[in-house]
C-alpha cells in the first residue's frame, strides 16, 4: 500500500485534556497506512479567547500556522479539532477576501501565507481519505444506536465552512452507517454545547450539554458521537453539571468518530484512549463484520 | 438639402434645473442642416405642440428632433403634430435629453454637452429618416384565455359576454384553479365552492367559450391582432363527446391508491378520475403513469363497465391551431412546499402541512370532510401553531417579497380552526400583520378578539419532533425576545406564494417579460397593470405577483376591457418600422446570399423564403423575405446577416453610421 | 443600501459597526429568530434581536446600554443566529467588534469579568509558550477570577487519566509569539 | 491516386458529373488546382502531400456555379467545409460527388452527405502542435495583455485579403469591408482598422470556420488568423456543444438561441 502523506494540526486540547481524540486519529491513521506530518513548531490557534478580545490577534495566530504548514511544503492540512478547524477556514477565507487583511497579517507573523492550502476536519478528512478502505478493514460491526452531534463550528457558518447541511447534516450519519451504526434522528445535532465557556460559566455549559445528552439518551442512543474536543470535555466531563440540570444520572457515553472508527477496525481499546473518558464506554459485544454496508450517499450541499 | 426643426424642452424642472436647455437651442441651431431651433418650458403642452405645427410649415422642415424625454412617453404626441402639419410622422425624431441626461447627471458644463452631442446625433439620423407608412392589419375577434383559475374564469366570461369568442386552455383536468380548493375565503367566509362553481358552469354554457381542458399552450406565432396558437391537448384516453359522467369507471376503476393532487397528497384518487365532485367538465380522464392497462397491458375495467363506450385506450395527444387576436395569462401562482426550511426539518415532519394543505383539511369535499385531524395519526391537533411569513420576507432561504395573501388567509386558519375544535389552541407566529383592505383588519382583528387565536409576535426559530409532538422553538418579540416554546400536535406554515412551475417556459413561448422571481411583469406598474410588453398579450390574476381573490377579478374584468377595446376595431394599425432584405439590379438580385442563418434567429418567424425565377420560371435564386405582418422590428436579424442585407426602417445602416458619426466627430 | 447613500455620515454605534465590519443593523425587521434560536439568550440581558433593536435606535443611552451589557460577553459564537436569520444580519462578527469597543471604552460590564478573565488567561498562556498550558491557565484564571474552589475535584481525574501535564509545552519560536502579541493585542491596549 | 484516377475517370466517362475538381502539377514541384471536364484531362490529375489547399473555395466560383454537377477531390478539410457550405444552402447533395481522402491520403471512395459526416468525425481537427502551443500562451494572457497581443498581430496586415479569397466561408457576393456608403471600416491599413477588419472576419466565421487553416497559409505577412479561428471554434464547442463542418443540416451556435442558453456573459 502507498503511504499518503498529510498535514497535520493537532491543536493544543489534543496534547492535553482531549488526548485520546489525538490518539484516536492517530491510530485509525496507522492503521489504515496514512502518515500525518505536523507543522513544525505550530502554536495555538488563539480559540474563542483571542477573537473575543482582538481582531488581528485572532487572524494572526492561525495565519502563522497557515504559512509555517506552506512553507513545510503541505498541501492538504487535517484539523481534528473544530474550534481550531474554524478559526483556521475563517482566516483564511478572511485573508483571501481582504487584501489589506492579508497584508497587514503577513507584517505581524514576519511571514507570507499565499493560501494554497486545503484545510479539511476531521469529517472530511474521513470521506476523503479513509471511507473507501473501511469495507476491506472492518473487523467488528458497530451495531448500536448512536447519535451523531456535530455542535457549532464543523457547520457554521456556512458561508464559510461550506460543508454539509447546516441544519440536519449526515456526513457523520454516512460514516457510522458505514460502521453498521444506527444512527438516529434527534433534535440537537447542531446545538450549541457551550464550547467556549467550558471553564467561566459552567452553569450554561451544564444546561446547553444537559438538553443534547437528555434528548439523545431519551431517544434510545447508546452512544454520542462527537468530532470536537470542546464537545467531548463538556460532553463528558461535565456530567456532574449536566445530572444536575437534568435532575438524573445519564450513563451514556461521548465517543469520538475516530474511536468508534477504531473499534470497529480491531483496534486495543486503550491505544483509543478509551479508558481516559469520564463516562465508562462500556460497549463491547460486537458483532464481526459480515458484508458491506451500502449506504445511500446523501445529498450534502444546502440547496437554498 | 434638409431643412430640420430642434425643439429643446425643459420639462418644467425636470430638464432645465440639470441641463441649460437655451444653450443647446443655440447650439444646435448652427448644426449642418439645421434651420430652427428654439427652446420651451414643456413641448407637450398644446402650446408646445402648436410650436412643432407652425415652425413645419413656416420654416419648411424636412425633418424634426425633439430633443425631451423618452420615445416611450411622447414620441406618439409629437409624431401627431407633425402629421397635422403636413410632414411625414416618421421624419420625427425623439432625442432624450431627460432619462438619458438630466436625470442621471449632475449640473454642469460635461452634461451640456452630452445634451448637445445627443441632439447632434438625432439631427444626422433625422437627416436620412424616410417617409413611411403605417400598415394596416386585421383583427381576429377571438381570445385565448392561458387558465382557468379564477382569473382565468372572469376573463373569459367577460369577453364573451361582450359577444367575442374565447378559447380557454386549462392543463388540468377541470377549471378552477386554486379558489377551487379553498374551503371558505377571507373576510366574508363564505364558502368558495359555492360562489366558484355557478360560475364554472357558466363558463362550460356559455356558447362564445370553447373550453380545452387537460390542455397546454404548445406554441404561439404571430402578433398583435393575428396569433396563431398551437394547443396541445392532452389524451384523457375518454372520449368526451361519448362520456356522460356517470362516474362508474372512477368507482370501479381497482386503483385506488394514487396521492391525489386535488388534495396535495392528502388524499387518494383511483387512476381514472374526475379532480374533485363539481369538476367543469365532469369528464374523467386516464392517468397514463398509474394506470394498470398502461403499465401492464391488463385490466381495461374502466372500458367494460362504461355504459356510454367512451373510454379509448389508443386516444393520442391532439394539437390544434386557433387564430386568436388577443391572449390573456391567467396561469395563477403556486405555493412553496414545506421542504425548503431546513430548520423546520426539510419536510420530514408529517405534522407540518402548508397553507393550502390546510385549506383542503378545512373543506367540507376534502380529505378528512372537513375534520381537524393530523395527517400522522388522524388524531384532532388540540394545539396547532401558524407559521405565517415561511419563506416570505427571507432573502436568506426563501424570497425577499411579502406573500401579501399569507397573513389572511393565517387568520382566517386559525378561525376555522377554532371553529371546528372548540377547545384546541391556536397560535399565530408572525412579524406584522398586513391586513390593508376592506373589512380585512376587522377580520383578522375577529381572530384574534373572538375567536381567540393567540398571536406571538416573532418568527419560529426551529421544529422538531419529540415523542409525537411538535417542538416549536420561538421567540416572542414583544415580551424582550424571550425565547416561547410550545408543544404543538400539528404545524401550518404559510409558505411563500411562488410563481407556477411552468411559467418561465409559457413567458418564453409567448415573448413576454418575467421578473427574477418568474412572475410575468407587467408593462407598467402603475399606468399598464395588466398588459405586458408584448402587444395584445395581457395578464391577470396571480401569476404577477401573489394576488387574493378580489384582486384577482379586479385584474381580469380589466383585461376583459382592454381586449373588447381591442376587438371594437375591424383594423389594428401597427408601426412600419420593419427589417427589409436589400434588392438590387439582376444578375445579382440581391447581396443576399441565401444562406438562411437569419431564419432561427427571429423571433417571430417572420422570415421566409422566397424563390428568385427568370420568365421559364427556373429558379436563380432563393433569398430570404420579410414577412411586414409578422416582423416586429427587433433587428435581430439585421445583427446576424454577414452580408449586411438586411435593414430596418426607421433604424437604417446608413441612420446608426451618421448618428455614430456625429457622436464620435463632435 | 445602495452606493449612493455611501457620502451620509453615521456616527452612531451601528454606523460604526457597518464602517468596521460591514453588518447592517438597519436590515434587521426584528423577527426574533436569532433570540428563538440563540442558546444563551436566556442568559443575556439583552437577547440577540433586542440588542440589535438598541443599536436600530441610535439613542445614545441605548448605545451605553450595549457596550456595557453581559449580553456581548454572553455570546458564544456558535453562529446559529446568522445559519437563521433570513436578513442575513451577520451578528457574531458584530459582537466580536463590540466586545472590543466595550474593553477600549472601559465599559465592560462586572457580571462579565470571568469570561473576560479567562479569556485574557488564555491568551497570557499562548504568549508565554505558544500553546495553551492549561494547568496553567486553571490556575492563573483561578486567581484573576477569585474562583478558587472551583473545579478542584475535576483536576485529579483528570491529571490521573493522563489529561492533564504539569509542565507546559513550550514551542521554539517565542519570540516570533511575542512579536505577534507585541502587533496585536497589547498595541490596541496602549 | 489509382484510384481516385479511376473514380474521376468513370464519372466523366459515364457523364455523372461535368466537371472534376482537384490538382495537377504546376511549375517547379507545385501543385495546382485543376478543373477536369474530358476523361482523358484525368492523367494530368495528381494528388500529393503537396495538395493541402481547401479546393472547396472554388464551389462557390463561377465555374462549379455552372456546372449542373460536379465531383471534388475532397480531402477532409474540403469535405467539411462542404459539409458547412451544404448547411448554408450554398450547395445541394443532388449537385456534388464527393471523392474522400484521408489526412494521410487514403481514397475513401465517393461520398454522400451522410458518409461525409461520418467521414468528418473521424478525421483529426487540422490543428498543429506549435499552434496549441500559441494557444495556451495567448489563453494564459490576462485579458488586456492578449488584446493588445492582437492588436500587434494585426498591426502587419496590408488589407490584401488573401484570407478572404482563400476562405471557402467568405463567400458573400459584397463584402461588407467593400460597402462604402456608410463605410463602417476603413480601407486603408492602420492598426485599429486592421483590428476592425479581423474582428469582424472572426465574428463573421465563429461557430462556421472549420479550421482548414487557409487563411493562416495564405497570408503573406503571417497573421495567426488560424489560431483566432480555432479559439473561437473551441470556445463555442465547450459553451455550446456546437462544432461546424461535422453536419450538413446544422445551425452555427451564433444563428440559435434557446431558453437554455447560458447567459453568464451578461455582467
Redesign the interface.
Known sequence: MQKIKLGYYPGCSLEGSSREYNESVQAIAEKLGIELVSIPDWNCCGATAAHNLNKELSLSLPARNLALAEEAGLKELVVPCAACYSRFTTTQHELMHDETMHQKVNGIIGKEYKGNLRILNVIQFIEEFIIDKLDDNIKFEFNKKVACYYGCLLVRPNKILNFDRTEDPQTMDVVMKKLGADSIDWAYKTECCGAGFSVSFTEAVGRLSGKIVEDADHRGAEALIVACPMCHSNLDMRRPEIDKYNGKKLNIPVLYITQAIGLALGIDRNILGLQRHFVTVKLNDFKPFAKKIEVENLQITEEI | MARIGVFICHCGENISATVDCPKVSEVAAKFPGVVYSIDYKYMCSDPGQSMVVNAIKEHKLTGVVVSACSPRMHEPTFRRACAEAGLNPYLCEMANIREHCSWVHEKGDKTDQKAIDVVRMMVEKVKRNNALMSIKVPVTKTALVIGGGVAGIQAALDIANAGHKVIMVERDPSIGGHMSQLSETFPTLDCSQCILTPRMVEVAQNPNIKLYTYAEVESVEGFVGNFTVKIRKKAKSVDETVCNGCGLCTTKCPNKKIPNEFELGMGKRPAIYVPFPQAVPNIPVIDKINCTYYKTGKCKICEKVCQAKAIRFDQEDEIIEVAVGAIAICTGFDVKKTDFFPEYGYGKYKDIIDGLQFERMASASGPTSGEMRRPSDGQTPKKIVFVACAGSRDPAKGIEYCSKICCMYTAKHAMLYKHKVHDGTAYVFYMDIRAAGKNYDEFTRRGIEEDGAKYIRGRVSKIYERDGKLIVVGADTLMNAETVEIEADMVVLATAGVANPGAEELAQKLHVSYDQHKFFSEAHPKLKPVETNTAGIYLAGACQAPKDIPESVAAASGVAGKISCLFANNELTREPLIAFVDRTAPPEYSSCTGCFLCQPVCPYNAIEREDVKDRNGNLIKQLAYINPGLCQGCGTCVAVCKSKSIDIDGYTNSQMYYEVDALLNS | MSESHNHLVDNSLSGKIKKETGVSVARCYQCGKCSAGCPVSVDMDYPPSLLIRKLQTGLPEHEEQVLRSKSIWFCLSCEMCIARCPMEVDIPPMMDYLRHESIRLKKVNPASKNIISFHKAFLDSIEQTGKLYEMGLIVDYKTRSFNLMQDVMLAPSMFAKGKLSILPEVIKNRRNMKQIFKNTLKNKQK | MEEIKKIAKELLAENKVQLIVGFEKGSANKVRPAFFTKPEEIDQLIYNEYCIHNIALYLKKDICQKANNLAIIANPNVVRSILQLAS???IAEEKIKIIGISFEGKCVGLLDFKAAEEFSKTQPKGIKPEDKALIEKIQAMPLEERFNYWVEAFSPCIKCYACRASCPMC??????VE?N??Q?IPVAPHKYGNLEWHMMRAM?LAGRCINCGECNRSCPVNIPLNILSYMLSDFILDEFDSEAGMNAVF??A????T?VDKENFIK
Not at chain 4, 463567400?171 to 461588407?176: D, R, W
Not at chain 4, 451564433?254 to 438561441?257: D, I, K, M, N, R
Open positions: 448554408e444552402n450554398q463567400y458573400c457576393g459584397k463584402c461588407n460597402t456608403n456608410p463602417w463573421h445551425t452555427p451564433l444563428s440559435v438561441y431558453s
